[in-house]
T-cell receptor
């Protein structure tokens, strides 16, 4: 059981380049999330998808777009990367938070924008 | 803004001692969860406490919740070097699936 799988693990981008972070979960979860983690800032929610076909902005959505491709997959796109987007990105999924289900995280994607 | 805020930011103890971390939050909650993160890894769920519960145990973990003070604490008893990690509390933001995390407490357990 792979859980939450995200790719790539590491990426270096030049300012202005675009890229997509891929995420897939095999737990049949309804909800999926993208967080970024910066030193001393904890995790900040970028976007989430409560169910297939829906997406909502989190705390820091500017500069990002997301696509809930199907129930399994939730991608995060940086259209024009900026140095401020250098961070560790985590994808996560959950069966449903109101039911008390917990969040399962991927192992992270380290992104550097130069 | 972050929903949960952990205190202290960093904690260093000797193996065998107890470690206590606190979390404060701002709005009403359905439940509060604690997560652990080893360096360079994703977060792993430790324990969940519902808003109608006051205390919960899981192995060496003890979590308390005081909804009147909007605060929670995580106690790790008889700590081990392997407990060295960052610990985060998390709560739902409002009435949706928007889960917010605090900045975490970095725990170092010295052997």
């Amino acid at each position: 059981n792979a859980g939450v799988t995200q790719t790539p693990k590491f990426q270096v981008l030049k300012t202005g380049q675009s890229m997509t972070l891929q995420c897939a979960q095999d737990m049949n979860h309804n909800s999926m999330y993208w967080y970024r983690q910066d030193p001393g800032m904890g995790l900040r929610l970028i976007y989430y998808s409560a169910s297939e076909g829906t997406t909502d902005k989190g705390e820091v959505p500017n500069g990002y777009n997301v696509s809930r491709l199907n129930k399994r997959e939730f991608s995060l796109r940086l259209e024009s990367a900026a140095p401020s987007q250098t961070s560790v990105y985590f994808c996560a999924s959950s069966g449903g938070l109101y039911s008390g289900n917990t969040i399962y995280f991927g192992e992270g994607s380290w992104l550097t924008v130069v | 803004s972050q929903q949960g805020e952990e205190d202290p930011q960093a904690l260093s103890i000797q193996e065998g001692e107890n470690a206590t971390m606190n979390c404060s939050y701002k709005t009403s909650i359905n439940n509060l969860q604690w997560y652990r993160q080893n360096s360079g890894r994703g977060l792993v769920h430790l324990i969940l406490i519902r808003s109608n519960e006051r205390e919960k145990h899981s192995g060496r973990l003890r979590v308390t919740l005081d909804t009147s003070k909007k605060s929670s604490s995580l106690l790790i008893t008889a700590s081990r070097a392997a407990d060295t990690a960052s610990y985060f509390c998390a709560t739902l933001n409002g009435g949706n699936n928007d889960m917010r995390f605090g900045a975490g407490t970095r725990l170092t357990v010295k052997p």
